[in-house]
């Protein structure tokens, strides 16, 4: 027999190589072999719930790293929430109907308007159906439990039905109304657009201002007045209508070089700027109130132009008069509504103008601003133009700009529940606090919701119409609709003709012969998730509405946070949810958006392929979610470090309590070493902390607990130290059971902690614990604290001690500095204490030259004002460093005047510690000696 082989080193086949791209996709089938999340549900079945409701990605296209975030940011709540003492189901879902797949259709050279209507349908949901199955196994391929089998699909019969009830409530309490006003119009999209669609832009425009001769001033005012006007739409000048003023502003009449003008008052000097003015003469004053009806000359037209009044009109810039389309402006619109302006659609779908628009029929809108331009230079109506660049909407898919186009849409007005949208907002939980506050004041500004869309991919809005074009919508229609589309899918809309869509019998005033015709239109995609709290919390038994929490990122919040809440509330008066997190954006390593036309984007299988998922999580649960997230593979790469240094902690657990039974072995907490007790106070401090981090999602704490405890508190403490025990002492020594007992339970309960965060890891970890009667890690209870007697005077005491310590080591390194010594175990540390030092290491009553990892340790009787000067001085505390006197025990390293002082000669290389320890165990060894 060796010497090593006396010793207890740690055993243990964990490998210290993760080989986590290979490991992984087995551990994730093994787990749908073993229907590990049936599992876990069933386990739970009679425990309070906690219901997270997955906001539906859409189907189109691989995941990308945005999308990791959040499944993983989700499968990490709702691991946790399952291992302490929640029934958490976790149903996925996918948003399925809406332009992107259009597009895609019309990329594979799929012509919609040339297709029969249910072929292109099928293909439609063909091609959903194949992206759905693909981003499935993406987020199977992260580590993501969840009842993956029966996903929600808004393509779903019973889904469509679910949403059809939602609308037929809305229309049933009058919030659901058909108007022609306008709205974010589409045209490379050729389909009406909520705001939650809309995304902004910097574009170049013209900023013109132009004068309208006056027509009719009543007696008021000159005659020969021009009233000048600001724009930055000059494609909207076809189209204009009237003028607005402020009724309580007050406006001048200047005459420059023989013209007479009006303007608002406080801008003369801006306007004066921009045009050139030189000394222009105020000439009167006149309220705005007093301007209206007055008309004015079309710029290029042989029209009036009708001066109104209107409060929206501000004094921020241009001139304090108002261009006015009624077809093309909101506020123009809402506001012309008292004068009967007409709103004359002169843009057709494509954004054409139409016959309506004299002389720019069939031009685009957006190539005409040369041809305004010199019809108003013709006419001398362009006083001034210039180009400048500022953000404009855009169709936040196609990334084209949008427009606002007066059609027949169908609206949701939220004015009657508006305040209760609100009162809503402010009961639930936002977890990132300025999230209420960016929801409600979108709910305080927001328009009428247009619910719909002129496409064929989606759920077609069930209403009718009579034989005088009256819109029907009832409850016993809207009813008799959702259960069609239950049985057979939202396609017979399209199979059947109207009557055969309405109730058997079914008659109407507005159709006496009854005769009927159907919506053509399909709902927004927002209302399709919007109802996902009826579709799916109120259509699945075993899950409840409203749910405890929903997370998305932060665009969620004019998207499925915004329509969800409305939906909602107009039905029931409640939130759908309790309780709201979102996310920021991920961007590259340098802070720059993802592009594929940059080539900076990652996706989330070459990471898994190349680092494994684990690592993906890992950096999940690094990072400060609440706003934007850098990732490059650099800095992934950093994070497979901070693993490394997490793996290679279990296996020195592992490793250093294969040998260990906690049945038979284990000690208890009273009997402890009062190193060990600490150690154990510090992992149950640990262990509240996660827990409280993991309650309020903060997954970056938990991370950073997990991360300085392995660091500081395990690896450069505890484990530091532990080899001189649990390598050293008897196989079954009181020293090396109380540490084992610890690691055990530091082990056992670690990986619990780990299995939200790293399940693969934890799970392959978990197979070694073999003494654990869970089959898995994720079947286990997360660790509870425990209320440990006396553990803050305990903790105290130990910090005072790890203080202390840091300057021992100060003193060690100072001596190695100086050659004094080489390792540590060379070292004899004397100590001159105060009295607070003195009674500090009375009360350690350890082994503290084994805490310290040196030979010797001494407290010296003298006071400090007598320590040689060598010492190190730490206020009134001073340490020496000496060489140990002694030999090297060639077990235990340490340098001891025991050595080769046994009456044994074969244990002559051995301190008289280690040669007990061998006489004891070995007595073999007494009478063969060691082996070379």
């Known amino acids: 027999m060796k010497i090593k082989d006396t010793l207890n080193l740690g055993k243990t086949a964990f490998p210290m190589r993760a080989g986590l791209p290979n490991k992984e996709p087995n551990w994730q089938k093994d787990w749908a072999d073993s229907s590990l999340y049936e599992q876990r549900q069933a386990l739970n079945e009679s425990k309070p719930s906690f219901m997270l409701h997955d906001g539906p990605p859409y189907a189109n296209g691989n995941i990308h790293i945005g999308h990791s975030l959040n499944k993983i940011s989700k499968d990490i709540i709702v691991r946790y929430k399952s291992m302490a003492g929640f029934r958490a189901p976790y149903v996925p879902g996918w948003d399925t109907h809406g332009l992107p797949i259009e597009q895609q259709l019309a990329k594979a050279g799929m012509k919609r308007k040339e297709m029969d209507l249910l072929d292109y349908l099928e293909e439609c949901r063909k091609y959903a159906m194949k992206q759905v199955e693909m981003q499935r196994t993406d987020f199977k391929s992260l580590g993501v439990l969840a009842d993956w089998d029966r996903p929600y699909l808004t393509l779903l019969p019973e889904y469509e039905a679910a949403q059809i009830r939602v609308f037929g409530k809305m229309a049933e309490k009058g919030y659901i109304y058909k108007g022609a006003k306008p709205i974010y119009w589409s045209p490379s999209s050729e389909s009406s657009l909520a705001e939650a669609e809309i ?45 607005f003023v402020h009724p309580d502003y007050d406006y ?88 009967k302006l007409p709103v004359i659609e002169d843009i057709d779908s494509q954004g054409y103008f139409t016959a309506e628009a004299e002389g720019f029929e069939g031009k685009f809108y957006d190539d005409v601003e040369e041809l305004v331009l010199e019809k108003m230079r013709a006419t001398d109506r362009l006083l001034h133009v210039e180009h400048f660049i500022h953000s404009y909407p855009h169709d936040w898919r196609t990334k084209k700009p949008v427009i606002f186009r007066a059609t027949p849409q169908w609206f949701a007005s939220i004015d009657d529940f508006r305040q209760n949208i609100l009162d809503e907002v402010e009961k639930v939980d936002w977890v990132i606090p300025w999230g209420k506050t960016r ?8 328009g009428d919701w247009v619910i719909s869309r002129q496409r064929a991919w989606g759920v077609p809005l069930p ?42 019998g ?47 990122g932060s665009d ?124 154990l106070t510090k992992f149950n401090e640990l262990v509240k902390q996660i827990r409280a981090a993991y309650d309020s999602y903060s997954f970056m704490s938990v991370y950073k607990a997990i991360i300085n405890f392995i660091t ?122 105060n009295e607070v030092v003195r009674t500090l290491l009375t009360a350690i009553d350890e082994n503290v030259a084994q805490l310290l990892i040196v030979s010797n340790f001494v407290v010296a009787d003298a006071p400090v004002n007598i320590a040689p000067e060598t010492a190190m001085i730490f206020d009134d505390v001073a340490i020496l460093v000496e060489h140990a006197a002694g030999e090297v025990c060639d077990r235990c390293r340490r340098t001891d005047v025991t050595v080769g002082q046994h009456s044994n000669e074969h244990l002559h290389a051995l301190c008289e510690h280690c040669a007990q320890i061998i006489t004891d165990e070995f007595p073999e060894i007494l009478e063969q000696g060691f082996e070379d």
């Open 506 to 552: 079914f008659t109407h005033p507005a159709s006496p012969n009854g005769e009927f015709t159907k919506e053509k239109d399909i709902m927004d995609v927002w209302f399709d998730s919007g109802s996902s709290w009826n579709g799916v919390l109120n259509e699945r038994d075993y899950l409840s509405y409203p749910a405890d929490l929903y997370l998305e």
């Open 712 to 833: 500081n508190d395990l690896s450069a403490f505890y484990l530091d130290f532990a080899k001189d025990v649990v390598y050293i002492e008897s196989a079954n020594s009181k020293a090396r059971r109380s540490m084992q007992t610890v690691m055990y339970v530091i082990l056992k309960d670690l990986v619990k902690l780990l299995v939200p965060i790293l399940p693969h890891t934890a799970e392959e970890t978990w197979t070694y614990l073999e003494h654990e009667p869970e089959e898995y890690a994720y079947l286990a209870e997360m660790p509870e604290a425990a209320e440990l007697l006396g553990a803050e005077e305990l903790l105290n005491s130990w910090k005072a001690f790890l203080d202390f310590r840091d300057k021992v080591l100060k003193a060690l390194e100072n001596a190695r500095e100086a050659k004094l010594i080489g390792k540590s175990l060379e070292a004899t540390v004397t100590v001159y204490p």
């Open 252 to 339: 001048i009449v200047v005459e420059v070089e023989n013209r007479k003008f009006l303007i608002a008052k406080d801008l003369l000097e801006t306007v004066s700027e921009k045009i050139g003015w030189e000394n222009p003469q105020v000439l009167q004053t006149i309220k705005g109130s007093e301007l209206e009806y007055m008309t004015a000359k079309h710029p290029f037209y042989d029209r009036d132009s009708l001066v109104m009044n209107a409060d929206y009109v501000s004094l921020d810039s241009g001139t304090g008069l108002v261009h006015t389309s009624p077809n093309h402006g909101e506020d123009d619109y809402q506001y012309s509504r008292k004068y």
């Open 439 to 446: 929801l409600f004041n979108m709910v305080r500004d927001r």
């Open 556 to 679: 969620q919040y004019r998207g499925w946070f915004n329509s969800s809440i409305t939906t909602s509330v107009a039905v029931n008066g409640i939130a759908p949810y309790k309780a709201v997190l979102s996310q920021g954006f991920v961007l590259d390593g340098k802070g720059r958006k993802m592009s594929k036309s940059i080539g900076n984007t990652i996706l989330p299988k070459d990471v898994t392929k190349k680092l494994g998922a684990d690592i993906l999580r890992l950096w999940v649960a690094s990072i400060d979610t609440e706003s934007d997230v850098r990732v490059s593979m650099d800095i992934l790469s950093q994070v497979s470090e901070v693993y490394r240094k997490i793996r290679n902690t279990l296996r020195f657990l592992i490793a250093n309590t294969s040998d260990f039974n906690p049945n038979i072995d284990a000690i208890d907490f009273a009997e402890l070493r009062a190193v060990d007790k600490y150690m």
């Open 199 to 243: 995304e902004y832009q910097d574009v170049k425009s013209p900023s013109l201002y132009v004068a309208f001769k006056a027509n009719d001033v009543q007696g008021k005012i000159p005659a020969d007045t021009e009233f000048i006007i600001w724009t930055t739409t000059a494609w909207t000048f076809p189209s204009n209508r009237g003028i």
């Open 463 to 504: 209403i009718f119409y009579g034989e005088n074009g009256e819109p029907i919508i009832t409850p016993e229609t809207t009813e008799h609709v959702a259960q069609l589309f239950a049985k057979h899918g939202s396609k017979v809309w399209f199979e059947r003709e109207a009557k055969d869509l309405l109730p058997e």
